[in-house]
């Protein structure tokens, strides 16, 4: 079976590697495809290796990685999700199974797809994934015990969760609509709220002695406000009359009630071992934080966002959301772009909520 990934990353390539290892054809799309020598190792924490010289094609050409695929899984960030979809408008076919890796927010980018094709998403990723050397090896570290898929149409959540949970080897279920995916308190409101706690007394001309560790730092001041949104979160699912079940709150994900057990949690996770921050180094021993990255760029202005948007057409106070988004609107570099960004997104979550 042919199959695209899009994107060369940490998850694009550790999943490009595991699916060519089942035997699949799997072209990737990258913007650099002469980097890749065509075989790809995953290794494990310990640096053996699990999977030996997976065969992959790697190619720029989108038109050509998308053509005669029955899977296309998506792994860029959120913010590159709408000229994607331009781009990849006239090159779906019919029938095609278009994955976001996550799931969240693709339905508001991808929805123009999905009368010629299905589009599913992953409620998380599957593992834990760190490029090694990039366009060659890629370490699997943290692998989940299983995987939820949703779909549009729903219908066609069971096909794709079965041939998923034989690719990856592990249980996958399924969800009952794909806001389950839009909802879920994973990087948007983790990351989130690390940030706002972390940075909460920058402003411009501020810096730091060290780009800090993100996980293993973690404090209490960041879980009590992932907590905080975490529970606005859950008020917005219960006012929503959809099942909306699989929004499972971080309390219950991560097994932790409270905050004091949530910070031991989340800094003692192996797989998260050694993270920094979203910060560059300006001058030698002077750090700021980095606006460009991901964790801003998506999991602020894209993944809370949607949640703030989707809370405030539905009328559920969400006061501790606001204002992770009213700071990071004063301090963001990004002002033009967010302002757009923003509008955007009003539109899209005001549709996606109207249609249902």
């Given at each position: 079976m042919k199959i695209c990934v899009i994107g060369g990353g940490n998850i694009g390539t550790l999943m490009a590697a595991e699916l060519a290892a089942k035997g699949n054809d799997v072209w990737v799309s990258t913007s650099r495809p002469?980097?890749?020598p065509g075989t790809l190792d995953v290794l494990d924490e310990k640096d053996d290796v699990v999977i030996k010289a997976a065969p992959v094609t790697?190619?720029?050409d989108l038109a050509a990685a998308v053509s005669g695929a029955a899977y296309v899984f998506v792994t860029y960030p959120t913010y590159l999700l709408a000229d994607l979809c331009e781009r990849l408008r006239p090159r779906v076919e019919p029938g095609q199974r278009i994955g976001m890796v996550p799931g969240a927010c693709g339905e508001l980018f991808l929805h123009p797809l999905v009368t010629?094709?299905?589009?599913?998403?992953?409620?998380?990723?599957?593992?834990v994934a760190r490029l090694k050397e990039r366009s060659r090896s890629v370490y699997m570290l943290g692998r989940k015990p299983s995987i939820d898929v949703a779909a549009i149409p729903a219908s066609e959540a069971a096909p794709i969760a079965s041939d998923l949970s034989?690719?990856?080897d592990?249980?996958?279920?399924?969800?009952p609509s794909y806001l389950d995916l839009t909802l879920t308190p994973s990087n948007p409101i983790l990351h989130t709220s690390r940030i706002r706690t972390m940075l909460a007394g920058w402003h411009e001309g501020v810096t730091y002695p060290r780009n800090f560790l993100f996980y293993e730092e973690w404090d209490m001041a960041a879980s009590e406000l992932m907590l905080a949104m975490d529970d606005e979160l859950q008020a917005l699912c219960r006012a929503i009359p959809m099942d909306l079940s699989g929004v499972k709150s971080l309390r219950v994900h991560y097994e932790s009630p409270d905050a004091e057990a949530?910070?031991?949690?989340?800094?003692?996770?192996?797989a998260f071992k050694g993270l920094t921050s979203p910060m560059k180094e300006v001058a030698e021993g002077q750090w700021v934080p980095d606006f460009a990255s991901?964790?801003?760029?998506?999991?602020?202005?894209?993944g809370l966002r949607a949640i703030q948007g989707i809370a405030h057409l539905c009328g559920v106070a969400c006061p501790h959301i606001d204002e992770v988004m009213g700071w990071y609107e004063d301090v963001s570099e990004n002002h033009g772009e967010l302002r757009l960004t923003w509008s955007s997104m009003d539109e899209m979550v005001r549709a996606y909520t109207q249609e249902r």
């Amino acid at each position: 079976m042919k199959i695209c990934v899009i994107g060369g990353g940490n998850i694009g390539t550790l999943m490009a590697a595991e699916l060519a290892a089942k035997g699949n054809d799997v072209w990737v799309s990258t913007s650099r495809p002469e980097q890749w020598p065509g075989t790809l190792d995953v290794l494990d924490e310990k640096d053996d290796v699990v999977i030996k010289a997976a065969p992959v094609t790697a190619t720029s050409d989108l038109a050509a990685a998308v053509s005669g695929a029955a899977y296309v899984f998506v792994t860029y960030p959120t913010y590159l999700l709408a000229d994607l979809c331009e781009r990849l408008r006239p090159r779906v076919e019919p029938g095609q199974r278009i994955g976001m890796v996550p799931g969240a927010c693709g339905e508001l980018f991808l929805h123009p797809l999905v009368t010629r094709c299905t589009l599913f998403g992953l409620q998380r990723v599957h593992s834990v994934a760190r490029l090694k050397e990039r366009s060659r090896s890629v370490y699997m570290l943290g692998r989940k015990p299983s995987i939820d898929v949703a779909a549009i149409p729903a219908s066609e959540a069971a096909p794709i969760a079965s041939d998923l949970s034989g690719w990856l080897d592990m249980p996958a279920g399924t969800l009952p609509s794909y806001l389950d995916l839009t909802l879920t308190p994973s990087n948007p409101i983790l990351h989130t709220s690390r940030i706002r706690t972390m940075l909460a007394g920058w402003h411009e001309g501020v810096t730091y002695p060290r780009n800090f560790l993100f996980y293993e730092e973690w404090d209490m001041a960041a879980s009590e406000l992932m907590l905080a949104m975490d529970d606005e979160l859950q008020a917005l699912c219960r006012a929503i009359p959809m099942d909306l079940s699989g929004v499972k709150s971080l309390r219950v994900h991560y097994e932790s009630p409270d905050a004091e057990a949530m910070t031991k949690k989340i800094s003692g996770i192996p797989a998260f071992k050694g993270l920094t921050s979203p910060m560059k180094e300006v001058a030698e021993g002077q750090w700021v934080p980095d606006f460009a990255s991901r964790y801003f760029r998506a999991d602020f202005a894209y993944g809370l966002r949607a949640i703030q948007g989707i809370a405030h057409l539905c009328g559920v106070a969400c006061p501790h959301i606001d204002e992770v988004m009213g700071w990071y609107e004063d301090v963001s570099e990004n002002h033009g772009e967010l302002r757009l960004t923003w509008s955007s997104m009003d539109e899209m979550v005001r549709a996606y909520t109207q249609e249902r």
